[in-house]
């Protein structure tokens, strides 16, 4: 309650602040940024570019303020934040789209859909990707573009080589009923939990593992507290970048083109950096001698892909089963 009522007067004062905005013409636009990573990561960086770019493009007419690493608000409050003005805009996981009420978006979290990164291409800049954004108009929200943050490992207190080595972990993962899924199809305990909140649980046993992409787990330093990892590439992270819909609508429509020049271009450069960012870290993570790397071969995937494989069917009824099709035929 005290959070909701703490929104509510932000948003109100942000309301107020929008409705001034032609008697104060001198006074720039203020967008806050809010996202839950470093500002090192592939996002954060993104989300410092975009800043950059909409300053430099609207000629000081819009100051984006940029807040990283749950400044503001932790996972589970920033949706809500958006939806009621707090903020303007985010980047969240694609999976937090789905206890929104949106469970397409969930597709995006099935193990091993994506190939490569070719193959992701083929969904997020084509139609399909168009039609889950629109999807989030219904809520308030209207998504802006697609980021990448790269492709996940594994990691725990204990090598994660077969099927059986996942049985009894518990294992941290971001609400998602997909990933529910994947960890409970490889006999391990999911729990959600916090980004922010990962690296202490790691440390104080909490929680035995997680996945994640090799930037997000270096610069959390996790591997730090945790003694192995496995490079399975099995899930993708990405994000959206979203805006309350009533802002974005309400703003001058040769700012609102500014900004659309600005997102394109960081995007262009956000999705350009992940993947380098990802190698980068991957080897700062071997090099640092606190986590036995281990690359997974082409017999363990096969073994981890006939595991996963009944989680499709079981997200049929969440996910829709023609967007699973969908997205599986755009990506072949």
Excluded: C
């Excluded at 592939?42 to 493009?57: C, I, M, N, T, V």
């Excluded at 790269?150 to 990933?179: E, Y």
């Amino acid at each position: 309650m005290q959070l909701t009522r703490r929104l509510l007067i932000a948003a109100t004062t942000a309301a107020l602040a929008l409705t001034g905005l032609p008697a104060l013409a001198q006074d720039p636009i203020v967008i806050k940024f809010s996202h839950v990573v470093a500002p090192d990561t592939p996002k954060g960086k993104g989300a410092d570019k975009f800043k950059e770019l909409a300053e430099k493009y609207t000629e000081g007419k819009v100051k984006v303020e940029v807040y990283p690493n749950s400044q503001l608000y932790k996972d589970k409050e920033e949706l809500e934040a958006l939806q009621l003005g707090a903020v303007q805009m985010l980047a969240p996981s694609l999976a937090k789209f789905g206890p929104l009420g949106v469970g397409d978006f969930e597709v995006f979290d099935l193990p091993y859909i994506f190939k490569d990164t070719a193959a992701l291409r083929r969904v997020t800049e084509g139609e399909v990707g168009k039609t889950l954004l629109a999807k989030l108009e219904l809520k308030g929200i209207k998504g802006l573009a697609y980021w990448d943050n790269g492709f996940k490992i594994m990691t725990g207190n204990r090598p994660l080589l077969n099927v059986d080595d996942f049985l009894g972990m518990k294992m941290r993962i971001q609400s998602s009923k997909v990933l529910e899924a994947q960890f409970s199809a490889l006999g391990a305990v999911p729990q959600v939990m916090a980004f922010s909140e990962v690296y202490q649980a790691m440390q104080t046993g909490v929680v035995d593992g997680s996945e994640n992409t090799p930037s997000n787990v270096y610069t959390q330093k996790m591997h730090e507290v945790q003694k192995n990892a496995t490079v399975s590439n099995h899930g993708y992270i990405g994000y959206a970048v979203i805006v309350n819909k009533a802002f974005w609508d309400g703003l001058p429509e040769d700012v609102r083109a500014q900004l659309d020049k600005a997102m394109a271009e960081a995007t262009t450069y956000a999705n350009s950096v992940s993947e380098t960012d990802n190698a980068k870290a991957l080897q700062q993570i071997r090099d640092a001698g606190t986590t036995e790397v281990h690359d997974q071969t082409p017999e363990e995937r096969a073994a981890w892909v006939k595991a996963l494989e009944p989680v499709y069917a079981e997200m049929e009824s969440r996910i829709g089963k023609e967007t699973i099709d969908t997205v599986r035929a755009a990506t072949q």
